[in-house]
């Protein structure tokens, strides 16, 4: 039988306990796994120097698929965030976000099943920044004068927006490719053209080309403010949602926030030369080795790794196992109780036996 070769970063903080049950619910699909395992993050800056060494890289570069537990990013001092760091060292272009309503989530809404795709590259996340007073940006605000001949208060720091053809053209298309591998109706391009014209206008005009080559896929945009109340008016009206990065960041937590939250938030990082499954949510320090947290987000993460690799009944099992766990509401973490403080909930590792007792239950049956 086949066994995938994928590199699996096992986090800081709560991630160590999250990517163990994670790791054994994998296995029990009957997938078989050859893991590399990578260490990361905080610990091994202390022995390597670098919280991202470059064997985690070459890691992920050969195997082409990793997943990974959260990574916690000291704030104030040391080293920028590894999360980052590893989408843009592999150019992991496409943040994949579905969110789906499970019965037994504490949830305002029902029956809402979104996948949000991300521009993971460009945007106002590009990172490329001055700060105010400097002689950097007292340079660009006078250029900026001189071509547009509009007046920047000198007192301004600026944050470079750039958003481009090709950038837009892959995410569009990424976002065509998975409604149509996943059997989606419509894809919805996010946007605030009205307003930007040459970046937002630029990713609109790009995005209504591509669509053009999906004539079996429906297509329409939305500008942003209106697609946020939409989405809480009726969000049963979107399945695939394609958004330039910085909308796509927050559009990610209103969607997650519709389903329940970050516990059951999946996430996938794609790229043309590797994919990088994660949770959503952080390292959750506070409650590190406490046996207590939700291992559902990482689990569904490795069932989208599992779509990824084409192990499609695998990943229902594994998310039907979840689902069925979930809706008991019994071997459930505290977060997943009607009371935080219900005695009866169970620990990460519990919750995991659970998910993995009934995959074999229904095998079984
Ligand atoms: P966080 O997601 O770690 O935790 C916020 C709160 O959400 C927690 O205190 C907890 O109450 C709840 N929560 C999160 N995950 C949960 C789970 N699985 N089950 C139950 N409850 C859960 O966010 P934060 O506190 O802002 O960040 C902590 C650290 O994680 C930071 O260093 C941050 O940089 C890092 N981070 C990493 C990633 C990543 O690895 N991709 C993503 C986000 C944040």
């Given at each position: 039988m086949k066994s995938y070769r994928v590199t699996l970063i096992p986090g800081d903080g709560v991630g160590p306990e999250l990517a163990e049950a994670t790791q054994l619910c994998l296995e029990a699909t009957g997938v078989k796994f050859d893991w590399d395992v990578q260490t990361a993050g905080m610990d091994v800056m202390a022995s390597e120097g670098t919280p991202l060494p470059e064997r985690v890289l070459e890691s992920i570069r050969k195997n082409k698929v990793a997943i990974k537990a959260p990574l916690t990013t000291p704030i104030g001092t040391g080293f920028r965030s590894v999360n980052v760091a590893l989408r843009k060292e592999l150019d992991l272009y496409a943040c994949l976000r579905p969110c789906k309503s499970y019965e037994g989530v504490r949830s305002r809404y029902k029956n809402i099943d979104l996948v949000i795709v991300r521009e993971n590259?460009?945007?106002?996340?590009?990172?490329?920044e001055f700060q105010k007073g400097t002689s950097e940006v007292l340079e660009l605000i006078a250029n900026i004068e001189r071509l547009s001949k509009r007046k920047i208060r000198s007192d301004s720091g600026v944050s470079i927006k750039p958003i481009s053809v090709m950038g837009s053209e892959r995410i569009v298309r990424f976002a065509f490719d998975y409604a149509r591998q996943y059997k989606r109706k419509k894809v919805t391009a996010v946007h605030k053209a009205n307003i930007m014209k040459f970046s937002d206008g630029l990713f609109l005009e790009v995005a209504r080309e591509v669509a053009k080559k999906y004539p079996d896929i429906q297509f329409e945009d939305r500008i942003v403010d209106n697609m946020c109340m939409q989405l809480v008016q009726?969000?049963?009206?979107?399945d695939v949602l394609v958004l330039p990065n910085l909308y796509g960041d927050i559009l990610s937590d209103l969607c997650a926030g519709l389903v329940g939250g970050l516990g059951v938030a999946p996430g996938a990082n794609i790229g043309t030369n590797g994919a990088l499954f994660e949770a959503t949510h952080g390292s959750a320090p506070k409650y590190k080795g406490l046996n207590k947290v939700n291992p559902v987000a990482m689990i569904l993460s490795g069932a989208l790794m599992l779509r990824h690799l084409g192990e499609t009944q695998a990943a229902d099992r594994l998310e039907k196992a979840v689902a069925d766990v979930i809706r008991e509401g019994k071997d459930v973490t505290y977060d997943l109780?009607?009371?935080?403080?219900?005695?009866?909930a169970v620990g990460t590792r519990e919750m995991g036996q659970a998910i993995i007792k009934k995959m074999r239950a229904t095998a079984n049956g």
């Open positions: 590259t460009e945007d106002l996340y590009a990172g490329i009726k969000p049963e009206l979107y109780k009607e009371d935080r403080n219900d005695p009866t």
